[in-house]
């Protein structure tokens, strides 16, 4: 379909389901309140690492309201998920809950209140007394500048190519530095929960997930069950970034705690939990070798990294990815390596690996730029990559120049003094950054199911979800635009296990994934249509069904060139709907392209040294991700990014107590973030070059791109400002004045 043709595409329309949210219609995880509604609540480790000696359970099973404790002596049999994301197994913690005695990390679940309300839960739980066997909790990744023990990842190993040890030896400009980050926590809107019902032997249950689909396999298997016997709903999800992709223990909790008590239960996790039993961020340390030429070409690239994950399994945010494709250096080596803490298992967070990498990479190109007094734009400028060097691939289409120079231009960039501390502005100077922005554009398969109905409407069903970033809208914009149905009339049916398999919301892909399969669906219901249509009875008995198109919501014969409107076309055949199902996959493109979104940040802080005030004033972002569904929606996921971004470079933290592993910023007043009065002016724009080889309308994705690159614009806009490079985030304020 070309540009000009579009109606429904690229228009900011309205989230479909936004009345639904805001007059408190929309259902979340813990808002169904079946019959009989009893609660459940977590008895948590307070120590870091050991083993429960005993449970003292008397108190609490003798408290009102009470109807069942489970813990690792009771818990009824179950199964380890085979773990594989392929097919849709994968899982958050590949430990079953309560498997054994064995203490993790502080904040695992060692036993399960289920009591008639929740205050009753909570307070019996409270009643719990444990008797541990501590021992000293591992967590030498704090405390080791490179931990020792470290490995080499099995999930994302290194990678090298050229020459990197003799090329860095013989550069001309060097530059070396050590970038680290903390542990960072999703923390979404809404806090995990899962409301679980059994009947005759099927489970439903209510769940706050970013893969319906994977929570169904993984659920089964688990309990195991036949698929069959599991639904799982999840019309509505609160934010997700990473944190909802696969499924944590409380899920299966519920699920098992509804079956003993043969009452629906709802658990709903505390804030606190958010910090240790559902993922996290994990911190990383980088250290970067980057050499250059004296004209500003690189000429090294060494990205050593080491990622912390739990004693339960692996987990490796391969945050050196994005120094082999981003530039245009021949000689790169990368090392990845993984180390076991006495911490909850690592999850995916918003754009995972490439968020933190960027944090290194961006972070040493923009110190070398200070070294070889180029401008940090015109040192990126030398030094892009003209196609994907590690994949030896052309793109599928990248106008990373294009943004570059036009985030430049709407900043104002040219009138940047490089002088540190060069621009002030009354009490305050000014500190302006850039840096670069990446993610790649994946795409997966999906199956999508679309009716066209007597009455006019479409339906339009996937087993996909929307956690907040307009899944609803672009996927009712998409039957819109290919059917000419109004979208007032496109009812979409997502958020269900058992409706056709669609993708997970997550690595940017759910868009680009499902509009194919609403596309190739929608061709099939019309076939469907015209010829019933063509049949004796048909309003176009007699005519070439192939010669009939669905076009503006009627039903067009090309040779007679007569319309007629869908629901007039059913009525007489005195059939209900007809319908399609197709699926989609990405095809032999993906041999031949490499697929990956781009962007650039320009970032200006204000640093008042008379009060040690820092405030990040103004970002100017643009971004190449392809052709964009919504301008609405797709701007929001972008300002999340990069308010995300923000939180990464100046506040967000997960401290740890290395006595005990125990998490001392596990709420949202300790643990912060950017509010409303951190936001700076925010100025986002797209270009839009539809990516002719993604398939559907030729749009990548935009969840993630947003994120990557904020953090180390700002790096560079408090060292403009100050003198100071702050290498281990976040940017404090005490570390500006150390
Ligand atoms: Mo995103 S970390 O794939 O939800």
């Known amino acids: 379909m070309s540009t000009e043709t579009l109606k429904v595409i690229g228009t900011g329309l309205n989230r479909v389901e936004g009345r639904a949210k805001v007059t408190g219609r929309a259902n979340y995880a813990a808002d169904n309140h079946a019959a009989g ?49 392929e097919n849709g197994t994968r899982v958050g913690e590949v430990r079953i809950p309560f498997e054994d005695e064995t203490i993790y990390y502080a904040g695992q679940f060692v036993a399960l209140v289920v009591a008639e309300t929740f205050e009753q839960a909570r307070a ?69 929960a899962s409301t679980a019902r059994w009947e005759d032997g099927r489970l439903e249950i209510h769940e706050s997930t970013q893969w319906v689909v994977g929570q169904h396999k993984a659920l089964a298997q688990v309990l ?24 944590w223990p409380h899920t299966v909790l519920a699920a098992v705690a509804a079956r003993e008590v043969q009452r629906p239960v709802k658990f709903m996790l505390e804030r606190k939990n958010e910090f240790t039993t559902v993922g996290h961020r994990p911190p990383t340390k980088q250290l970067m070798r980057v050499g250059a030429s004296a004209d500003g070409k690189l000429v090294a690239l060494r990205h050593d990294t080491w990622c912390q994950t739990s004693k339960v399994q692996e987990f490796m945010d391969s945050v050196g990815d994005v120094s082999g494709v981003l530039y245009d250096c021949p000689n790169v080596a990368i090392t990845q390596r993984v180390v076991g803490g006495s911490v909850g298992t690592p999850t995916p967070m918003r754009a995972p690996g490439a968020a933190s990498g960027m944090v290194g990479l961006e972070g040493a190109m923009d110190e070398m730029a200070v070294a070889l007094k180029l401008d940090p734009i015109e040192f990126r400028l030398r030094n892009l990559a003209a196609m994907d060097p590690t994949e030896k691939l052309p793109w599928s289409g990248n ?120 596309l190739a669906a929608t061709k099939k219901a019309v076939a469907a249509l015209a010829k019933l249509a063509t049949q004796a009875d048909g309003v176009f008995a007699g005519s070439d069904p192939k010669a009939l198109t669905l076009a503006e919501g009627a039903l067009h014969d090309q040779r007679s060139g007569r319309s007629v409107p869908l629901a007039a076309t059913l009525a007489p055949t005195r059939v209900a709907s007809v319908s399609g199902e197709a699926k989609s996959a990405p095809g032999p493109e993906r041999k031949k392209f490499s697929f990956r979104s781009f962007g650039a940040h320009c970032l200006e802080v204000r640093w008042d040294p008379g009060i040690a005030k820092l405030r990040v004033s103004r970002v100017v972002t643009v971004i190449d991700a392809g052709r964009i569904i919504n301008r609405k929606t797709a ?18 933290e997960s401290v740890y107590d290395l006595r005990n592993g125990r998490v001392l910023t596990d709420n949202i007043a300790d643990y912060l973030m950017p509010v409303h009065a951190d936001t700076p002016d925010l100025d986002v724009t797209f270009i839009e070059h539809p990516d002719e080889h993604m398939g559907g309308f030729g749009a990548r994705g935009v969840g993630e791109i947003g994120v990557t690159g904020v953090a180390p614009a700002l790096i560079s806009a408090v060292y403009h400002a100050t003198g100071k490079r702050v290498r281990d985030l976040p940017v404090t304020i005490e570390k500006l004045l150390a």
């Not at 922005?437 to 479409?458: F, H, I, K, M």
């Not at 995300?644 to 967000?652: C, D, I, N, P």
């Open 224 to 247: 195991g069950i036949s698929p069959q016997d599991v639904t799982v709903h999840a019309p509505f999800i609160g934010g997700g970034f990473g944190g909802k992709l696969f499924m």
């Open 399 to 518: 106008h990373v120049r294009e943004c570059i120079e036009l985030a430049a231009k709407k900043f104002g960039w040219d009138r940047r003094d490089p002088a540190v501390g060069s621009m002030r502005e009354g009490d305050e100077i000014l500190g302006w950054g850039f840096a670069l922005a990446t993610w790649t554009a994946e795409r997966s398969n999906a199956t999508a199911r679309v009716e066209l109905r007597a009455d006019g409407t479409v339906r339009v069903a996937c087993a996909t979800q929307d956690i907040g970033t307009g899944t609803y809208t672009v996927i009712a914009q998409a039957a819109a635009e290919a059917t000419g149905v109004p979208v007032e009339r496109i009812e979409v049916e997502i958020g269900r296990s058992g409706l056709p398999e669609g993708p997970i919301s997550g690595g940017s892909m759910a868009t680009a994934t499902v509009i194919p399969a609403v």
């Open 124 to 192: 019996a739980a409270r009643l719990v007394r444990v008797t541990y066997r501590p021992e000293k909790p591992k967590l030498n990744y704090f405390t080791e500048e490179r931990p020792g023990d470290a490995k080499e990842s099995k999930e994302h190993p290194g990678y090298q190519r050229g020459q990197p040890d003799e090329a860095w030896v013989s550069a001309p400009v060097k530059v070396e530095a050590m970038y680290s980050l903390p542990v960072e926590v999703h923390n979404p809107m809404e806090i995990h």
């Open 635 to 652: 701007a929001n996921q972008i300002y999340g990014g990069i308010m995300m971004g923000l939180g990464m470079g100046r506040l967000e």
């Open 37 to 85: 509604l009893v609660h459940a609540y977590g008895v948590v480790s307070t120590i870091g690492a050991g083993r429960i000696e005993s449970m003292d359970l008397a108190a609490a099973q003798n408290a009102p309201g009470v109807l069942a404790i489970l813990h690792h002596r009771n818990m009824p049999k179950l199964y380890r998920s085979p773990n594989e994301f």
